[in-house]
C-alpha cells in the first residue's frame, strides 16, 4: 500500500487522505485500543504463544497530539496519556477502517 497523501490531527480524529484519494476518519480513543505496539499486543515467539500485552482495551478522552511518519510504509502516534510505540503500517492503518 502507498503512503497516504496526508495525515492531520483534526480534534479527536485523525484524517487520512490516501493516494487515490479516499479520505477516512479515525477517532483517537480507537486507534489508541488498536495499538499495535507489544505493550497493549502482547509479542509472539517462534512458537506462537504470545507473551504480555493486555489487548485491547478502552481509553475514554485518550487524544493524539503529534504523529510521525515512518518512512514510506507506517506512522507513530503520540497519545495525551504517553503512549507512543505503536508503529502503524499503511496496511494495518487501513484495516482499522474497516473496524469503525
Do not use: C
Not at 7 to 21: C, E, K, N, R
Not at 44 to 66: H, S
Amino acid at each position: 500500500m502507498q503512503a497516504p497523501r496526508d495525515l492531520q490531527i483534526v480534534g479527536d480524529f485523525v484524517a487520512v487522505t490516501w493516494s487515490d484519494g479516499s479520505e477516512q476518519l479515525f477517532k483517537a480513543e480507537h486507534l489508541r485500543e488498536r495499538s499495535p505496539s507489544a505493550e497493549n499486543m502482547g509479542e509472539v515467539d517462534i512458537l506462537g504463544q504470545r507473551w504480555g500485552g493486555d489487548g485491547p482495551r478502552r481509553f475514554p478522552g485518550v487524544t493524539v497530539t503529534g504523529l510521525t511518519k515512518i518512512g514510506n510504509y507506517a506512522v507513530t502516534f503520540e497519545f495525551s496519556d504517553g503512549h507512543r510505540t505503536g508503529i502503524y503500517s499503511w496496511d494495518y492503518l487501513a484495516s482499522l477502517a474497516e473496524g469503525i
